[in-house]
């Protein structure tokens, strides 16, 4: 997992703020430290956080323009265990501004970010419905980009033209920008069409398709209505569970893609001439070079219990349940054998019946 992520798709209503909103939540019960950042005027993610649009002293609009550093911007949301930076419509008139600059407007928010980026563990950038000024400042502030899509008729339509604007910011200003991972969103398994175009899209993208599906739930949909994430407005429900396994799954990814790299240092270790050295006797020894420890991730501690549940091509399920414990203790869940499979878990919130495999029993 990338330390800024920014949440992507030009095409409205995909669940690009609902996946700020509850991976921020989810990552933050991890006990990471979490940044989420409303770059959208419709202030969608700042109201689902409970914090209200229309009464905001400082927004990143501010930030932005150079009205305030993102320090002065940024609130703190206890109840949730993480910060927001806030945005309402003050957000149009800023990227206005931001358009009749003539230098460096797309670096606007990455250099406002830079003093804050070392305090959380993990920045996510709810971006807005286009590929507008905003989203290129996000994802030029960026190290990698997640895309939720709806599999529905049309849904790749658009996705060239943002990895075609990834593309371009990877070649000018931001080479290391990613493709975090594409998060299929609001499925319906009992839907055809979502198998078809899910198919399309592991056949598209392989392994950046994140194997945890979001399944169309109504918890999901109702939460920001109370100015909440899914995960504190009904813990045990399959949109927060969901999105908790969409937090281990990125939490795993990242320790696998830390031991790798330390597998590699130890094999280039290896691969250097063994020391051959003549002890006091005149006999040779042979000292091969030792393999490296892997070190943790920086940053990203590995969770002392994990007691959630992820989905492995497969939506998360009521059997799968993250436990009683307060929001405050839940914990990714442990590296499960992966499942392959349909998703499969109907929308109502009771009465699911997992297929078999498809439960998790929490660790
Ligand atoms: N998994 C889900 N299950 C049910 N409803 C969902 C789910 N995800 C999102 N929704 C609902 O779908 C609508 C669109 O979601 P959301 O606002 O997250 O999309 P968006 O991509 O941020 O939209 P926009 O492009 O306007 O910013 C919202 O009403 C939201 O509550
Ligand atoms: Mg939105």
Redesign the pocket.
């Known amino acids: 997992m990338k330390r800024l992520i920014a949440v992507a ?1 030009q ?9 700020a909103v509850n991976l921020a939540a989810s990552l933050a019960a991890t006990r990471r430290r979490v940044l989420l950042i409303d770059l ?1 005027p ?1 202030g ?1 993610a700042t109201m689902g956080c409970g914090v209200e649009k229309y009464q905001l002293e400082r927004g990143v609009g501010d930030v932005l323009v150079g009205n305030c550093s993102a320090t002065e911007a940024i609130v703190p949301l206890p109840t949730l265990g993480m910060a927001l930076l806030p945005a309402n419509q003050d957000l149009t008139a800023a990227e206005v501004q931001l358009l009749t600059m003539t230098v460096g407007r797309e670096m606007r928010l990455r250099q406002a970010l830079k003093p804050v980026r070392d305090q959380y563990d993990v920045i996510l950038i ?1 971006c ?2 286009a590929l507008n000024m905003l989203t290129v400042n996000a994802l030029v502030a960026a190290d990698s980009v997640l895309v ?1 899509m709806q599999c529905e008729y049309y849904a790749l339509e658009g996705l060239s033209a943002l990895v075609g604007t990834i593309e371009q910011i990877r070649a000018s200003v931001n080479p290391d920008l990613e493709i975090e991972g594409v998060l299929r ?2 499925f319906d398994p009992r839907n055809n069409l979502s198998n078809e175009v899910s198919s399309q899209l592991l056949t598209h993208f392989g392994d950046k398709v994140f194997r945890t599906i ?5 918890r ?2 109702e939460a ?1 209505s109370f100015g909440k994430p899914a995960l504190l407005h009904d813990k045990d429900s399959r ?1 927060a569970l969901a999105y908790l396994a969409l937090a281990g799954e990125m939490i795993r990814r990242e320790e696998d893609e830390a031991q790798q790299v330390a597998a590699a240092a130890a094999a280039a270790t290896a691969a250097v001439a063994p020391v051959v050295a003549a002890t006091a006797d005149g006999a040779v020894a042979d000292f091969a070079a030792a393999p490296l420890p892997s070190p943790p991730p920086a940053s990203v501690p590995t969770p002392a219990s994990p007691s959630s549940a992820e989905t492995a091509g497969t939506v998360a399920t009521e059997s799968a349940a993250a436990d009683d414990a307060p929001a405050s203790e839940l914990q990714p869940a442990a590296a499960a054998p992966l499942q392959p499979g349909p998703a499969s878990a109907p929308e109502s919130e009771s009465g699911s019946t997992p297929a078999s495999g498809e439960a998790r029993t929490p660790a």
Do not use: E
């Open positions: 798709n095409k409205g209503g995909v669940g690009k703020t609902t996946t959208d419709q969608n709810d807005p419905p939720p969103t609001m979001i399944p169309r739930n109504v999901l949909a920001p949109g």
